[in-house]
T-cell receptor, first 114, second 113 residues
Framework: DTGVSQDPRHKITKRGQNVTFRCDPI?????LYWYRQTLGQGPEFLTY????????KSRLLSDRFSAERPKGSFSTLEIQRTEQGDSAMYLC????????????FGPGTRLLVL | AQTVTQSQPEMSVQEAETVTLSCTYD???????LFWYKQPPSRQMILVIR??????QNATENRFSVNFQKAAKSFSLKISDSQLGDAAMYFC??????????FGQGTRLTINP
């Protein structure tokens, strides 16, 4: 069984472009979480899914951000019209779905907006 | 709102010695979970240890143990017999229910050979 995977690992884009990141959770994990981590800080919650349903979104998730989890498997996070302030590490985590369970993190996608 | 505070931005310890990392949190919940995660320079977040708030016994995982003081809302991590591979950022995190993790600012741990 593999861990959480994310693709791409690195992304450099120009301001104003759209980017999309993918996360593949651990097999049969029902919950999937997205976090953002800027340099020297702890991760901050963005959104999470229970199966295909998006149950909570942070106020950090502006209208330019959208996340999906079709069929309750992999998830995508899209950022439209990127800004330099979007530069960060985007982390995905998954958990089995019972309240007591630990979240397991992927390696992250590092985004640099020029 | 729940908050997590790590007051030590950096710590260092001699190899084979013991070090304690501090964490305090604020919550009005009675049922919650606390975690310590390690993030090595490769940046993948790895779970070190977790504690359920309803358990009075402090969690232990090999060389890692916690001192959980519920009334004081304190959750420190003790690393015994420090090894070079323990060098990393350590994050304390809180979770209530099925929801998000709330992280502290992190403590950078350096191991001196």
């Amino acid at each position: 069984d593999t861990g959480v995977s994310q693709d791409p690992r690195h992304k450099i884009t120009k301001r104003g472009q759209n980017v999309t990141f993918r996360c593949d959770p651990i097999s049969e994990h029902n919950r999937l979480y997205w976090y953002r981590q800027t340099l020297g800080q702890g991760p901050e919650f963005l959104t999470y899914f229970q199966n295909e349903a998006q149950l909570e979104k942070s106020r950090l998730l502006s209208d330019r951000f959208s996340a999906e989890r079709p069929k309750g498997s992999f998830s995508t996070l899209e950022i439209q019209r990127t800004e330099q302030g979007d530069s960060a590490m985007y982390l995905c985590a998954s958990s089995p779905g019972r309240n007591q369970e630990t979240q397991y993190f992927g390696p992250g996608t590092r985004l640099l907006v020029l | 709102a729940q908050t997590v505070t790590q007051s030590q931005p950096e710590m260092s310890v001699q190899e084979a010695e013991t070090v304690t990392l501090s964490c305090t949190y604020d919550t009005s919940e009675s049922d919650y979970y606390l975690f310590w995660y390690k993030q090595p320079p490769s940046r993948q977040m790895i779970l070190v240890i977790r504690q359920e708030a309803y358990k009075q016994q402090n969690a232990t995982e090999n060389r890692f143990s916690v001192n959980f003081q519920k009334a004081a809302k304190s959750f420190s991590l003790k690393i015994s017999d420090s090894q070079l591979g323990d060098a990393a950022m350590y994050f304390c995190a809180y979770r209530a229910g099925a929801q998000k993790l709330v992280f502290g600012q992190g403590t950078r741990l350096t191991i001196n050979p």
